[in-house]
């Protein structure tokens, strides 16, 4: 065996581990929190089985689907200002959500659907959520289409990415309201008020809808920024989602086995995404992760919980945004401005810093862990 063959199992031999980590210590932790509340393997509600059967559905299917979407030349357009070393990737499959987001959204619903822990009008929140997960992977799939189509990395224009991600997003809002002021089957106190650590509360009232609107956009394109690397954006969906099931478990249990489900799809997802990539997610995926994460937070006055679960999203995003800003501060006569990092989202400036890939997933992994635990410390 040459050393470039040695070298290539050798990393391919590290996403598996590192897959195998994540997937072992989810499974415990579940198993670990159903049994400590008392749900211990209930076919009615546990967050491990939804978690687990998720996870088994969204691997094997990816071995049918990932072929199929190689067939139909799906493969990925890599930015030529990007990273020199994903040029490499280029012909990798994209659109990836287009299998594992239905697969946990389907399980969620079954499950919580004819689940006796979930109440009809709960059931009607896990409906609403997987309709707004659904349609902001609709517009990922949208900008997706069109960059496989036009044969580069520009999809559906800005513009028309946020007018859609604000449409959805506030006929989501809309249908809350309603809920909330119409049919009073929500209190509107406890939607309006944000809750935070030690008791405190802040009333928003009717400031609330805009924020919420603004909150399902801005996790959507964060969560778009993230996915960057192979593994990344699905391992930490797969640990965001299962630290949202604990935190919304005492209250809903139809959304909290919805993000139980969730988190499975994304760890059976990594299964065909951990390094080296066999298929990207792409936009399809990672704006319906960010949409699902969102929703649930508004429904759930858990808009603190998602600020610290989300913590590595909120970075990634404040390192672009520093980025352009930066740029566009320095720009001298000659219209070129200074580079805060090597290059934007923060994940991007470690590579190019010599971080491998896969020191890069690990390190995040471990820093979304312990904000998860933080969030449920002072949730």
């Known amino acids: 065996m040459d050393a470039k063959s040695f070298s290539g199992n050798a990393l391919n031999l590290s996403g598996t581990n590192l897959f195998w980590l994540l997937g072992v ?16 393997l209930n076919l009615g509600f546990s967050l491990t089985l939804p978690l687990l059967i998720s996870a088994l559905l969204t691997a094997g299917l990816g071995y049918w689907v990932v072929p199929l ?3 139909l030349k799906t493969g990925q357009i890599i930015r030529e200002d990007g990273p020199q070393a994903h040029l490499k990737k280029a012909g990798t499959p994209t659109m990836g959500g287009v299998f594992f987001v239905p697969v946990g959204v389907l399980v969620a619903l ?13 059931f009607i929140s896990v409906i609403a959520v997987a309709a707004l ?9 949208l900008d997706d289409w069109q960059i496989l189509r036009r044969k580069s990395n ?3 224009s800005p513009q028309m990415k946020l007018a859609l991600q604000v449409g959805f997003g506030g006929l989501f809002c809309l249908w809350l309201l309603i809920q909330t002021y119409f049919l009073e089957s929500v209190e509107p106190a406890s939607i309006t008020t944000i809750l935070l650590p030690l008791g405190l ?5 009717l400031l609330f809808w805009p924020l919420a609107v603004f909150v399902l956009v801005a996790e959507s394109n964060a969560t778009n920024l993230t996915d960057g690397v192979d ?15 604990v935190v919304v478990a005492p209250t809903s249990a139809g959304l909290a086995i919805f993000c139980a489900c969730l988190s499975g799809s994304c760890l059976g997802f990594v299964a065909h995404n951990r390094n080296p990539a066999r298929v990207f997610m792409g936009d399809t995926g990672s704006l319906a992760l960010g949409g699902a994460l969102a929703a649930v937070a508004i429904l759930t006055n858990s808009l603190w919980s998602l ?3 989300g913590g590595i999203l909120i970075v990634e995003t404040l390192s672009v945004m520093a980025q352009v800003g930066y740029y566009k501060a320095t720009k001298g006569p000659d219209g070129i401005g200074k580079r805060l990092f090597k290059m934007a989202p923060l994940h991007h400036h470690l590579e190019l810093s010599g971080w491998r890939e896969i020191k890069i997933v690990g390190v995040f992994y471990v820093i979304n862990t312990i904000l998860v635990l933080l969030a449920l410390m002072v949730h």
């Open 25 to 40: 210590g989810l499974s415990a932790a579940a198993l670990i929190l159903d049994w400590t509340a008392g749900r211990f």
């Open 69 to 71: 979407l190689q067939q």
């Open 110 to 122: 079954l499950w919580s659907g004819f689940s006796p822990a979930v109440s009809a009008s709960n």
């Open 133 to 141: 997960t659904l349609a902001y992977g609709f517009i990922g799939w």
């Open 154 to 156: 520009k999809g559906i």
């Open 201 to 205: 509360a802040i009333p928003l009232g």
């Open 231 to 245: 593994g990344l954006m699905g391992g930490l969906g797969a640990i965001a989602f299962l630290g949202f099931a």
């Open 307 to 309: 600020f610290i679960i």
